[in-house]
């Protein structure tokens, strides 16, 4: 098992994010970085934590996932959550239009939400945050028309009440509102999948090479060692971390992983899925 020295200290470290938080290998152990490629060879029967395996600069390397080494959702499922629930306060609003059509058509109360700060999609408006400020940015542009929507439901009802025409009502929802917002929520989806341009760094002890899989390379620079080994042992055992540091360009602590053991032992990593999930909850994120 490697220790951190002097020497590997002095040496210019990888820092990368995964899910707002910080990692760092050091440069010693990488032989390179690129994008994740559009296609990778599954490998039958490997546990999930290994993504496949591709060929970089001529050499077939297995590709591990480090989200899943942490314990955390994969950038797949984390968009397949983001998606459905995207897709589920569509229906919500087609449910909603409807629902309007038929208490106007009918004489009927209207008993669904019409303040659009109280329906699901508005409180999901209020209380959603992504690390992302262009998904951030994207959903607030759904406010506004969206508050029109229910408005402008609102003023229909009170037409019907007055036994005024509320098809001027119907029609802008139908045609300008509704379509508006729909567009705007699979943009926002599009954008929350294509954020995400994973990288693999490549490592290598000159004997055995590995490539991880990371959302994002975000610095190379020196790191200061703050916790090690030991004292990360205390708050949680896990034969994958060296320590925890801080840089001058990163704000937060950031884990510093033992590359040694990473590749070496990567024919066990399968076991230790969930080992580091724990750990993750007691470093400083990047917020």
């Not at 390397?61 to 629930?85: A, T």
């Not at 209020?126 to 969206?146: A, D, Q, V, W, Y």
């Not at 490592?203 to 490539?211: E, F, T």
Request: charged content about 30%; proline content about 4%.
């Amino acid at each position: 098992m490697s220790n951190i020295n002097m020497t590997s200290e002095q040496l210019p470290w990888i820092i990368f994010e995964l899910n707002d938080y910080y990692y760092a290998v050091n440069t010693r152990y990488v032989t390179g970085i690129v994008m994740m490629p559009s296609s990778i060879v599954p490998v039958p029967e490997a546990p999930e934590i290994f993504r496949g395996i591709c060929e970089i600069r001529d050499e077939v390397v297995p590709l591990l996932d480090m989200r899943l080494l942490f314990g955390m959702q994969s950038v797949e499922q984390e968009y397949e959550e983001f998606r459905n629930m995207i897709t589920q306060r569509k229906l919500d609003h087609e449910n909603w239009i409807r629902e309007l059509d038929r208490c106007l058509e009918r004489n009927e109360p209207f008993r669904l939400q019409l303040d659009p700060c109280k329906c699901a999609f508005g409180q999901m408006l209020s209380t959603f945050r992504s690390h992302s400020n262009m998904i951030n940015s994207h959903l607030k542009k759904i406010e506004g028309p969206h508050a029109e929507l229910h408005n402008t439901g609102a003023k229909a009802i009170e037409c019907e009440k007055r036994g005024e025409d509320y098809r001027e009502q119907l029609e802008k929802i139908h045609t300008i509102l509704a379509p508006r917002i729909s567009t705007l929520l699979d943009e926002t989806s599009d954008i929350f999948r294509h954020h995400y341009r994973e990288m693999i760094i490549t490592l290598s002890d000159n004997h055995k090479s590995l490539g991880i899989i990371v959302d994002e390379v975000v610095a190379v620079d020196s790191i200061e060692m703050v916790a090690d080994k030991e004292k990360i042992h205390q708050l949680h055992r896990s034969p994958f971390v060296n320590g925890v540091a801080v840089s001058p360009k990163i704000q937060g602590q950031i884990i510093v992983i033992d590359e040694e053991v990473l590749i070496n032992e990567r024919n066990i990593i399968g076991q230790e899925e969930n080992s580091l999930s724990e750990l993750s909850k007691h470093i400083e994120t990047k917020e």
